[in-house]
């Protein structure tokens, strides 16, 4: 079994432990290291919450690779209502903007991007001003 590192900078991937770590296949999260099988069972044996959050978030990475709507209703169904509260509040935000999000999975080339550099290049002068 492996040993846990000292803190999560010790840990091979960038940014810490769990730092876009979930699913290596994934368009959406590439981890620069994918941690073992051996690390994921004793981390989950240690801590069961992590294969919770692991399920929640390789589901919701699959829909947005596939722009899967319907999964994206499931999703919300499934986790709102979650033991975890940083899950249910999750699905609860992605249930209060499901237009925008549905919208994301449907026009996945639209970016507003290019009309928020612009707006932030204004925005900050003027922020700078009143404080």
């Known amino acids: 079994m492996p040993t846990l590192p000292k803190s999560c900078a010790e840990h091979p991937g960038r940014g810490g432990l ?15 290291k994918a941690l073992s099988p051996e690390w994921y069972a004793h981390l989950e044996a ?5 294969a919770r ?8 990475t699959t829909i947005l690779d596939t722009g ?27 249930q209060q903007d499901l237009e925008a999000v549905k919208n994301c999975l449907r026009f996945p080339a639209i970016s507003n991007g290019p009309i928020e550099g612009p707006n932030n290049k204004i925005k900050k002068p003027l922020l700078a001003q009143w404080s």
Do not use: M, N
């Open 46 to 50: 240690l801590l069961p919450s992590v």
């Open 18 to 32: 769990f730092w876009k770590e979930i699913d290596t296949r994934s368009k959406v999260s590439k981890p620069s």
């Open 68 to 94: 899967d709507e319907a999964g994206l209703d499931q999703f919300i169904q499934t986790y709102q209502d979650d033991a975890s509260e940083p899950i249910a509040v999750f699905a609860s935000g992605l």
């Open 53 to 60: 959050f692991r399920a929640c978030l390789s589901t919701f």
